[in-house]
């Protein structure tokens, strides 16, 4: 099976959207129930610093993730985060989750001089979090009852990933 990424475009909204309205996606993110078709189309809008990349299989939309950076600020522009990574419910467990991390990673270490990446995670989420470690991330500390999700909280994992020699040791 042949997993091709490329820049999202607006035209996609209607496919992102349908994996953002999944469940297992409101549950591990903050996304809501119900979000206006609006609201996806004006997201995938380019904007600049943020990359936005789909995953297809057969030209099929299959997955979607962020990644934000800071261009426009001088000090914080060596940090990225990735602010989302979302597989289609039909497609979870087949390596497009693994193919979309790749494809952010390569795009900040070997293109953007990125040395910091950052996210967060529900503590719970051990699939993606098993993700990002195999990608490098480390976890760097729990910010309890981060958000509200059906009716109770979630705490948030901080996890980064730093590629300066010597910056830091966890
Ligand atoms: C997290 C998510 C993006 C992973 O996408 P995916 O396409 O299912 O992941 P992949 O098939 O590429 O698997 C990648 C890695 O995840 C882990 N993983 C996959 N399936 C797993 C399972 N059933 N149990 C535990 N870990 C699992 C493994 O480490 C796997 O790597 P490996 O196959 O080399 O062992 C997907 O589950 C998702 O959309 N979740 C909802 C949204 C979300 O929670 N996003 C993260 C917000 S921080």
Redesign the pocket.
């Known amino acids: 099976m042949e997993i091709a990424v490329r820049h999202a475009v607006p035209e996609d909204w209607a496919a992102v959207h349908e994996i953002f309205l999944q469940g ?2 409101l549950a ?2 903050q996304r809501l129930p119900y979000e206006s078709p609006h609201y996806m189309q004006a997201r995938l809008v380019s904007r600049p610093g943020v990359t936005k990349l789909a995953a297809e299989v057969d030209g099929q939309l299959v ?1 979607y993730a962020e990644l934000i950076t800071h261009p426009d600020n001088p000090r914080h522009h060596h940090a990225g985060e990735v602010n989302m ?3 289609h419910e039909k ?8 193919r979309l991390m790749q494809a952010m990673i390569e795009l900040a270490d070997d293109w953007l001089q990125l040395t910091r990446l950052s ?1 967060i ?1 529900w503590t719970e ?4 979090i ?2 990002y470690e ?1 990608f490098g991330f480390a976890r760097e500390g729990v910010m309890p009852d981060y958000a509200y999700r059906k009716g109770g909280y979630v705490d948030a994992l901080m996890m980064g990933r730093l590629t300066r020699r010597g910056v830091r040791d966890y």
């Open positions: 297992h996606v591990g993110t997955g990574i979302a597989t497609w979870q467990g087949k390596g497009i989750g693994r996210l995670v989420n051990e699939h993606a098993r993700l195999g």
